[in-house]
């Protein structure tokens, strides 16, 4: 098994354009989500998705959407790409639907610098 | 807002020293889990305690619960320089909130 991948490994982005970060899993997982880690903040949920056809927001959503078409993945589009997005970003998923219930298994990250 | 607080913010210890580190969260928990993380990598998952355990054991790791202070310790026994990484604590009651982590840097 793969686990989580993410791609791409480095992104550099202008201010206003956008993007998608690409995350998959070859586990049969229910439960996928995103994160992002600041220097200082320790990483704080931006969507999560507990099921193909379901999405929710986490604590950081602004700027950011996603869907779930399928169980393998769970892209995260940059809408209109802003300096505070700089960070690095980390795709997650675990076999409950309730991700407090199970170890979560994280994706290498993406680290993204908007200029 | 973070669930969970982690203290110190960085401890530095020499090898064979053990190495603890707590947590503090805020509202009621299904469990509690502790990560690690090496620098510039994902997160790798260490040990889950559910909120009716109080102790529990992995290798050289030692978690310890107490809900009535909502707070755990995560130790870590004859530490090693391998063992030079960030460790994050996780709690929630549906989704996970992670606290700020603790840098911990073992010296040979």
């Known amino acids: 098994n793969a686990g989580v991948t993410q791609t791409p490994k480095f992104q550099v982005l202008k201010t206003g354009q956008s993007m998608t970060l690409q995350c998959a899993q070859d586990m049969n997982h229910e439960y996928m989500s995103w994160y992002r880690q600041d220097p200082g903040m320790g990483l704080r949920l931006i969507h999560y998705?507990?099921?193909?056809?379901?999405?929710d927001q986490g604590e950081v959503p602004n700027g950011y959407n996603v869907s779930r078409s399928t169980t393998e993945d769970f892209p995260l589009r940059l809408l209109s790409a802003a300096p505070s997005q700089t960070s690095v970003y980390f795709c997650?998923?675990?076999?409950?639907?309730?991700?407090?219930?199970?170890?979560?298994?994280f994706g290498p990250g993406t680290r993204l610098t908007v200029l | 807002s973070q669930q969970g607080e982690e203290d110190p913010q960085a401890l530095s210890i020499q090898e064979g020293e053990n190495a603890t580190m707590n947590c503090s969260y805020k509202?009621?928990?299904?469990?509690l889990q502790w990560y690690r993380q090496n620098s510039g990598r994902g997160l790798v998952h260490l040990i889950l305690i559910r909120s009716n355990e109080r102790e529990k054991h992995s290798g050289r790791l030692r978690v310890t619960l107490d809900t009535s202070k909502k707070s755990s310790s995560l130790l870590i026994t004859a530490s090693r320089a391998a063992d030079t990484a960030s460790y994050f604590c996780a709690s929630g009651y549906s989704t996970l909130t992670f606290g700020k982590g603790t840098m911990l840097l073992v010296s040979p």
């Open positions: 997650a998923s675990s076999y409950s639907e309730e991700s407090s219930y199970n170890e979560q298994f």
């Open positions: 509202t009621s928990i299904n469990n």
């Open positions: 998705s507990v099921g193909a056809g379901i999405t």
